[in-house]
RNA sequence: GGGACGGUUCCCGAGUGGCCAAAGGGGGCAGACUGUAAAUCUGUUGGCGCAGCCUUCGGUGGUUCGAAUCCACCCCGUCCCA
């Protein structure tokens, strides 16, 4: 089965620059590609995850890609899909976000022996010559048909600087600069990048004369079609220490039914005739489909050991029994012992104000030891403590495990 | 450079001297119903020593008993003209 087959069955497709001729030369040839990530935060998040799946796929059947870190991109910013133009970022940012990338895609993608190659646009993009690189690319672009171009439409409206107008011809240089070096023949990305990788095809074939070819993968979203990998304090990251993994498997135990099934193709290497046997499966039974979903996902991002843990936690909370210790943990200074509930969980941050907690009292949603506190004026007094421990359960889905200290 | 219009709480967006901690929607949180799902319904959504008080409406000063609302200057954005 060809890289495409895979990608294709597992639903990664979502825009082809030539479909048959991609499909031949994936199933005839060894090729090289590449696939780009601007270094615009400290870590990756799920989005790029399904970037490095794809990668994964393709590696492993005979490929090889290249990781391109956009220290050089990241500069400029991205205006593609976006309404506002982003906070500018240092050089020093940028330089401590690409070593944070580097380290997480070398767990996912085997960089040995020349199997795969990792780059830095910065490294031929900081020192261009102005004048030079407008008569070299400059030329071949046309600025009324970067006008028209889906990934500024938004933008029109509400303004774009030059700054970020010159994105396109980065991504579209580094695309050739990366064919003369190293053979690249493919780009791919987020379908937010079609414009940009058709700019860098186009420079190849226009420069070179020589074919290029980009695919872009399907944004994932859920049943509604909005993006999933959102959390409510933001992206769902792959860093342990942004997004627990406790907290990344409850996101994957917790999707919509209707996504399960898309997310196992996606997101796990799981055989597709298993995929869609637990994709099927319904009402309740889909739970279990989602426990696999969970565990697998933060087997790959996590480790296994985390991934375990992950779901040990989960077992104990939500099906008792099963291993707290590796439930979310805060730790409660003995001093504070005799105090209130509200100032206790403050203190120990496990809310961040006295609103909220009154809020959660009046509406009943605070547990301690899973009985629920009606009372503003609770004190927490060593005899809720057993082992040194007790259990706070904000709303149904949220626990905490409080030790003492 | 000239002119027009804007900058409001997490986001969008109403408010144009007191009745404004500020409509409405989105999102979040909690409750009911459930399957740790979705949909739906309800409540809630600045902080605190919570029937009260304190801090918020781009910034700084001013007018006024009283300003998100009026005035001055400044900063930022969009559009039109140059």
Known sequence: MSAFDVLMERGFIEQLTHEDEIKELLEKENITFYIGFDPTADSLHVGHFIALMAMAHMQKAGHRPI??????TAMIGDPSGKTDMRKMLTK??????????KKQMERFIDFSDGKAIMVNNADWLWNLNYIEFLRDVGVHFSVNKMLTAECFKLRMEKGLSFLEFN???????????????????????????????????????????KPAYGLTFKLLTNSEGKKMGKTEKGALWLDANKTTPFEFYQYWRNVNDADVEKCLALLTFLPMDEVRRLGSLKDKEINEAKKVLAYEVTKLVHGEEEAKKAEQAAIALFESGGDLSNAPTFEMPA???????????????????????????????????????????FIIDESLFKDGEMLVRKGKKTFYRVVLV
């Open 92 to 101: 020093e940012e940028i330089q401590y976000n690409s070593e944070c990338l």
């Open 167 to 209: 994105y396109m011809l980065m991504q579209a240089y580094d695309f050739l600069e990366l064919h003369k070096r190293y053979g690249c023949v493919m780009e791919l990305g987020g379908n937010d990048q079609w414009s940009n990788i058709l700019a860098g095809a186009d420079l190849i074939r226009r420069k070179e004369g």
């Open 335 to 377: 001093n504070l012992l005799g105090q209130k509930v509200i100032d206790v969980l403050v203190e120990i941050k496990a809310i961040p104000s006295k609103s909220e907690g009154r809020r959660l009292i009046q509406q009943g949603g605070l547990y301690i030891n899973n009985e629920k506190v009606s009372d503003m004026d």
């Open 67 to 72: 990781a391109l870190i956009g220290g050089g």
